[in-house]
Protein backbone atom coordinates (compact mmCIF):
# COMPACT_ATOMS: atom_id res chain seq x y z
CA UNK A 1 0.00 0.00 0.00
CA UNK A 2 3.02 1.90 0.64
CA UNK A 3 3.69 2.35 -2.99
CA UNK A 4 0.33 3.07 -3.83
CA UNK A 5 0.00 5.93 -1.99
CA UNK A 6 3.04 7.27 -3.16
CA UNK A 7 2.17 7.02 -6.09
CA UNK A 8 -1.17 8.91 -5.89
CA UNK A 9 0.43 11.49 -3.97
CA UNK A 10 3.40 11.82 -6.75
CA UNK A 11 0.62 12.76 -9.05
CA UNK A 12 -0.85 15.64 -6.94
CA UNK A 13 2.83 17.12 -5.98
CA UNK A 14 3.11 19.09 -9.45
CA UNK A 15 1.99 22.84 -9.68
CA UNK A 16 0.94 22.28 -13.12
CA UNK A 17 -1.27 19.26 -12.09
CA UNK A 18 -2.85 21.66 -9.34
CA UNK A 19 -3.18 24.46 -11.57
CA UNK A 20 -5.60 22.01 -13.56
CA UNK A 21 -7.26 20.47 -10.40
CA UNK A 22 -8.28 24.13 -9.52
CA UNK A 23 -9.28 24.61 -13.34
CA UNK A 24 -11.16 22.06 -13.34
CA UNK A 25 -12.86 22.49 -9.45
CA UNK A 26 -13.82 25.92 -10.77
CA UNK A 27 -15.23 24.96 -14.00
CA UNK A 28 -17.25 21.80 -13.35
CA UNK A 29 -15.24 20.58 -16.26
CA UNK A 30 -13.01 21.09 -19.44
CA UNK A 31 -11.73 19.80 -22.85
CA UNK A 32 -7.72 19.35 -22.72
CA UNK A 33 -8.20 21.93 -25.67
CA UNK A 34 -9.67 24.14 -22.92
CA UNK A 35 -7.08 23.85 -20.47
CA UNK A 36 -4.05 24.19 -22.54
CA UNK A 37 -5.50 27.41 -23.80
CA UNK A 38 -6.63 28.90 -20.18
CA UNK A 39 -3.57 27.50 -18.20
CA UNK A 40 -1.43 28.21 -21.18
CA UNK A 41 0.58 24.67 -21.74
CA UNK A 42 0.85 22.98 -24.85
CA UNK A 43 -1.92 20.62 -25.60
CA UNK A 44 0.83 17.64 -25.58
CA UNK A 45 1.69 18.42 -21.93
CA UNK A 46 -1.72 18.83 -20.44
CA UNK A 47 -2.82 15.43 -22.30
CA UNK A 48 0.58 14.08 -20.20
CA UNK A 49 -0.88 15.64 -16.91
CA UNK A 50 -4.10 14.60 -17.38
CA UNK A 51 -3.38 11.15 -18.02
CA UNK A 52 -1.31 11.19 -15.14
CA UNK A 53 -4.14 12.45 -12.82
CA UNK A 54 -6.73 9.59 -14.60
CA UNK A 55 -3.89 7.00 -13.45
CA UNK A 56 -3.90 7.80 -10.02
CA UNK A 57 -7.53 7.88 -9.83
CA UNK A 58 -8.16 12.27 -9.47
CA UNK A 59 -9.76 13.43 -12.15
CA UNK A 60 -12.89 11.64 -14.53
CA UNK A 61 -13.53 12.11 -18.18
CA UNK A 62 -16.59 11.50 -20.31
CA UNK A 63 -16.82 11.69 -24.33
CA UNK A 64 -19.36 13.48 -26.53
CA UNK A 65 -18.43 12.49 -29.99
CA UNK A 66 -15.46 13.78 -30.86
CA UNK A 67 -14.61 15.25 -27.37
CA UNK A 68 -13.30 14.50 -24.31
CA UNK A 69 -14.75 16.11 -21.41
CA UNK A 70 -12.73 16.24 -17.61
CA UNK A 71 -13.44 16.93 -14.22
CA UNK A 72 -11.82 16.78 -10.95
CA UNK A 73 -13.17 13.90 -8.82
CA UNK A 74 -12.43 10.51 -8.24
CA UNK A 75 -14.68 8.18 -10.34
CA UNK A 76 -14.01 4.80 -7.29
CA UNK A 77 -15.97 5.21 -3.95
CA UNK A 78 -15.22 8.10 -1.30
CA UNK A 79 -13.64 5.10 1.22
CA UNK A 80 -10.96 4.51 -1.32
CA UNK A 81 -7.59 6.38 -1.37
CA UNK A 82 -7.98 8.02 -4.05
CA UNK A 83 -11.73 9.30 -3.33
CA UNK A 84 -10.69 10.62 -0.10
CA UNK A 85 -7.17 12.34 -1.58
CA UNK A 86 -9.55 13.68 -4.51
CA UNK A 87 -12.05 14.91 -1.37
CA UNK A 88 -9.16 16.43 0.05
CA UNK A 89 -7.68 17.75 -3.01
CA UNK A 90 -11.54 19.92 -3.39
CA UNK A 91 -11.43 20.86 0.33
CA UNK A 92 -7.98 22.24 0.10
CA UNK A 93 -8.08 23.68 -2.99
CA UNK A 94 -11.16 25.38 -2.80
CA UNK A 95 -10.28 26.94 0.75
CA UNK A 96 -9.70 30.90 1.70
CA UNK A 97 -8.18 33.26 1.86
CA UNK A 98 -5.90 32.64 -1.03
CA UNK A 99 -8.13 30.88 -2.97
CA UNK A 100 -7.38 29.84 -6.75
CA UNK A 101 -8.71 30.46 -9.37
CA UNK A 102 -6.80 28.35 -11.90
CA UNK A 103 -6.91 31.04 -14.02
CA UNK A 104 -4.66 31.89 -17.16
CA UNK A 105 -1.51 32.53 -15.21
CA UNK A 106 -1.58 30.14 -12.68
CA UNK A 107 0.61 27.20 -13.83
CA UNK A 108 2.76 29.70 -16.12
CA UNK A 109 6.08 29.04 -15.62
CA UNK A 110 7.03 32.63 -15.01
CA UNK A 111 4.65 32.95 -12.39
CA UNK A 112 4.87 31.89 -8.94
CA UNK A 113 1.91 29.03 -7.49
CA UNK A 114 -0.42 30.40 -5.39
CA UNK A 115 0.28 30.10 -1.90
CA UNK A 116 -2.79 27.26 -1.88
CA UNK A 117 -1.23 25.54 -3.99
CA UNK A 118 2.19 25.64 -2.31
CA UNK A 119 0.71 24.29 1.16
CA UNK A 120 -0.97 21.49 -0.85
CA UNK A 121 2.46 20.53 -2.39
CA UNK A 122 4.13 20.70 0.74
CA UNK A 123 1.81 18.55 2.47
CA UNK A 124 1.57 16.09 -0.28
CA UNK A 125 5.71 15.44 -0.90
CA UNK A 126 5.96 14.45 2.74
CA UNK A 127 4.41 11.01 0.70
CA UNK A 128 5.78 10.80 -2.35
CA UNK A 129 7.99 8.33 -0.97
CA UNK A 130 7.26 4.93 0.63
CA UNK A 131 10.61 5.10 2.63
CA UNK A 132 9.28 7.94 4.43
CA UNK A 133 5.76 6.83 5.07
CA UNK A 134 7.57 3.46 6.63
CA UNK A 135 9.60 6.16 8.72
CA UNK A 136 6.01 7.57 9.74
CA UNK A 137 4.23 4.05 10.12
CA UNK A 138 7.14 3.16 12.54
CA UNK A 139 6.81 6.56 15.12
CA UNK A 140 3.41 5.77 14.76
CA UNK A 141 4.02 2.80 17.53
CA UNK A 142 5.53 4.74 20.42
CA UNK A 143 5.49 7.80 21.72
CA UNK A 144 9.05 8.91 20.28
CA UNK A 145 11.80 6.76 18.44
CA UNK A 146 16.16 6.87 18.62
CA UNK A 147 17.69 6.93 15.06
CA UNK A 148 19.66 3.72 15.86
CA UNK A 149 16.80 2.35 16.51
CA UNK A 150 14.96 3.70 13.13
CA UNK A 151 17.83 2.59 11.01
CA UNK A 152 18.26 -1.03 12.08
CA UNK A 153 14.57 -1.87 11.85
CA UNK A 154 13.72 -0.21 8.64
CA UNK A 155 17.03 -1.70 7.44
CA UNK A 156 18.17 2.19 6.33
CA UNK A 157 21.06 3.53 5.84
CA UNK A 158 22.20 6.90 8.33
CA UNK A 159 22.56 9.29 5.34
CA UNK A 160 19.30 8.19 3.80
CA UNK A 161 17.29 8.09 7.08
CA UNK A 162 18.60 11.52 8.06
CA UNK A 163 17.36 12.44 4.28
CA UNK A 164 14.01 11.32 5.03
CA UNK A 165 13.46 12.76 8.56
CA UNK A 166 14.90 16.07 7.60
CA UNK A 167 12.07 16.78 5.29
CA UNK A 168 9.07 15.06 7.30
CA UNK A 169 10.62 17.63 10.00
CA UNK A 170 10.49 20.77 7.37
CA UNK A 171 6.99 19.43 6.42
CA UNK A 172 5.76 19.54 9.54
CA UNK A 173 5.17 15.59 10.22
CA UNK A 174 7.47 14.46 12.49
CA UNK A 175 9.24 16.54 15.53
CA UNK A 176 12.09 16.09 17.02
CA UNK A 177 13.94 16.66 20.26
CA UNK A 178 17.68 15.85 21.69
CA UNK A 179 17.92 12.99 24.14
CA UNK A 180 21.36 12.64 25.67
CA UNK A 181 24.17 12.60 23.10
CA UNK A 182 21.08 11.92 20.02
CA UNK A 183 18.05 12.73 19.03
CA UNK A 184 14.41 11.20 19.32
CA UNK A 185 11.78 11.68 16.40
CA UNK A 186 8.11 11.91 16.77
CA UNK A 187 5.18 11.68 14.39
CA UNK A 188 2.87 15.24 15.21
CA UNK A 189 -0.67 14.51 15.94
CA UNK A 190 -2.08 17.91 14.41
CA UNK A 191 0.34 19.21 11.02
CA UNK A 192 1.22 22.60 10.58
CA UNK A 193 -2.14 23.49 8.59
CA UNK A 194 -6.13 21.55 8.84
CA UNK A 195 -4.67 20.50 5.04
CA UNK A 196 -1.63 19.04 6.49
CA UNK A 197 -3.47 17.28 9.32
CA UNK A 198 -6.22 16.05 7.22
CA UNK A 199 -4.10 14.08 4.76
CA UNK A 200 -2.15 12.91 7.44
CA UNK A 201 -5.43 11.20 9.24
CA UNK A 202 -6.14 9.57 5.28
CA UNK A 203 -2.66 8.57 4.73
CA UNK A 204 -2.70 6.14 7.94
CA UNK A 205 -6.09 4.87 7.47
CA UNK A 206 -4.53 3.65 4.41
CA UNK A 207 -1.00 2.84 5.14
CA UNK A 208 -2.87 -0.52 6.95
CA UNK A 209 -2.04 -3.42 8.61
CA UNK A 210 1.37 -3.95 7.38
CA UNK A 211 5.02 -5.05 8.36
CA UNK A 212 7.65 -2.43 8.27
CA UNK A 213 8.30 -2.92 5.20
CA UNK A 214 6.01 -3.38 2.15
Known amino acids: MDEVIARVLRA?????????????????EATPSQLAR?????????STHLARLTSAGLIQRRRSGARCFCRAGSPYSDRTLSGEIAGWLQEALSSSPGK???????????????????????????FTSPRRIQVMRR??????????TLIRELRMSE??????LDKLIRRGYVSVVRAGRGFRYALVSAGKTPHHTRLLG?????????????
Do not use: Y
Open 100 to 126: STGGPAAAHRDSPPPELHRAVFEAATA
Open 139 to 148: LAHESSVDGP
Open 159 to 164: AALSRH
Open 12 to 28: VACFARLSILSRLLSSG
Open 38 to 46: DLRLSRDLV
Open 202 to 214: IVQAHWGKQGLRS
